[in-house]
């Protein structure tokens, strides 16, 4: 028992481990070990950093971006010579008993520490198991309050050890108010569409609701629609027309918002269309025509036009290792790499430490110090696990993100 854990927490946070035993199964896919230590020698010197992902399946766009980034990462880090990293990345299709058996695989191979998952539903399945085996994990895109709290209805049991690079979704919700009501222009008619069987949709769209009351923004429709639904929008699409929404706000991942877009376009809709962090990956979805993503805005910690020198070097970087312009996923995953990385040399700890005791020496750390990253600068964490920093708005032009302001 992790009486860390206890201390924070309280009871209501041991019971919730009773929902760690998620059942295992084959992995989906082939998993993926990487490592940039470059011999046997270096990786017996290196810190071994686990994560899993999608790599495969309707989300791999964002498993792969936080792949692609944390290799960068960790090959930029090694080849500095003083921390090292091997990088042990495992698909886990987005699911979360493949996320816990990517976990059993990842903690058989001596993980030490790690960057959780990619999405928010593996991560809360296994957040319990790093909890309980004391590990240390930095999720960059796992958003959903659940992946940091055992009782998220209580706000309760948070465990401690696990923290987020990305904003929480109850935080995106109310960013994305604050937002609006700073820029009316954008649309005074606002309508929601979200996705209410999913935590990261649903987490977003009730802090905006209640945010959007106290800021009185005017929410003339709302409408929903679950897993077995998201093909066909067009009752949804028709009932905020009819309503006069001229700014449609979707919290929810760029797959079903490809759609929405597209029949949108097939009825001469055209509100301006507003998401979140889960929109960025649009313009590289297979199959979807990207001109329809025109004057889409989001809100993200990361834009991949920025001029300062870090960010300039990592958008080249990945570009020449995958053709494509990095998303906000890729950005996170990178950031993490690097913050894990000077947490460990500021905790002065060593590869020949267990993963508990490495734990034990990063928590204090990572609740006190101060990283600045590509995707914001005077980043810290709360001891429940969430970080703060600013969000920036990007509009989509001509193919590709660009800041706003």
Not at 31 to 41: M, P, T
Not at 58 to 74: D, H, L, R, S, T
Not at 275 to 296: H, K, Q, R
Not at 315 to 339: C, I
Request: include cysteine; charged fraction near 20%; proline fraction near 4%.
């Amino acid at each position: 028992m992790n009486y860390r854990r206890l201390l924070k927490g309280g009871l209501a946070a041991v019971t919730a481990l009773a929902m760690a035993a998620c059942s295992s199964g084959s992995p989906s896919g082939s998993s993926d070990s990487s490592s940039a230590s470059g011999s046997s020698d270096a990786a017996a010197a290196a810190f071994k950093l686990g994560a899993s992902g999608p790599t495969t399946g309707g989300a791999a766009v964002y498993g792969n971006a936080v792949k692609n980034a944390a290799e960068i990462a960790v090959e930029e880090i090694n080849a500095k010579g003083g921390i090292q990293f091997e990088l042990n990345f495992q698909d886990d299709a987005h699911d979360p008993e493949k996320a816990d058996t990517a976990y059993g695989v990842l903690k058989d191979w001596g993980m030490q520490v790690s960057m959780l998952t990619v999405t928010s539903a593996p991560g809360q399945a296994v957040a319990p198991r790093y909890d309980e085996d004391n590990i240390l994990a930095v999720t960059p895109s796992g958003s959903s309050l659940a992946v940091i709290y055992a009782d998220t209805t209580n706000m309760t049991g948070a465990y401690g050890n696990v923290f987020q690079m990305c904003f929480t979704d109850p935080n995106q919700g109310t960013a994305s108010a604050d937002y609006l009501a700073a820029h009316k222009d954008l649309g005074d008619k606002i309508g929601i569409l979200y996705k209410n069987d999913d935590n990261y949709s649903t987490g977003i769209y009730e802090k905006f609701v209640e945010e959007a009351a106290v800021k009185g923004l005017d929410i003339v429709y709302e409408g929903s629609f679950t897993s077995d639904s998201e093909t066909d929008f067009t009752v949804q699409l028709s009932q905020a027309q009819e309503a006069g929404v001229n700014l449609l706000f979707l919290p929810i991942y760029y797959d079903p918002a490809s759609l929405i877009l597209t029949q949108a376009n097939s009825m001469d809709y055209a509100p301006t269309f507003f998401g979140c962090d889960g929109m960025d990956g649009i313009l590289s979805l297979e199959g979807f025509n990207a001109e329809l993503a025109e004057g889409l805005y989001m809100l993200t910690p990361f834009s991949a036009d920025a001029t300062d020198e870090k960010t300039v070097n990592f958008v080249k970087k990945y570009q020449d290792k995958t053709g494509e312009t990095p998303n906000q996923f890729a950005a996170d995953a990178y950031d993490v790499v690097y913050a894990l990385a000077q947490a460990l040399e500021e905790a002065g700890a060593t590869p020949d430490m267990s993963a508990s005791d490495i734990c034990d020496l990063l928590v204090p750390v990572f609740t006190s110090m101060t990283f600045d990253g590509i995707t914001g600068e005077g980043m810290t964490w709360a001891e429940t696990g969430e970080v703060s920093k600013s969000p920036t708005a990007v509009i989509i032009e001509n193919g590709v993100y660009v800041g706003v302001e």
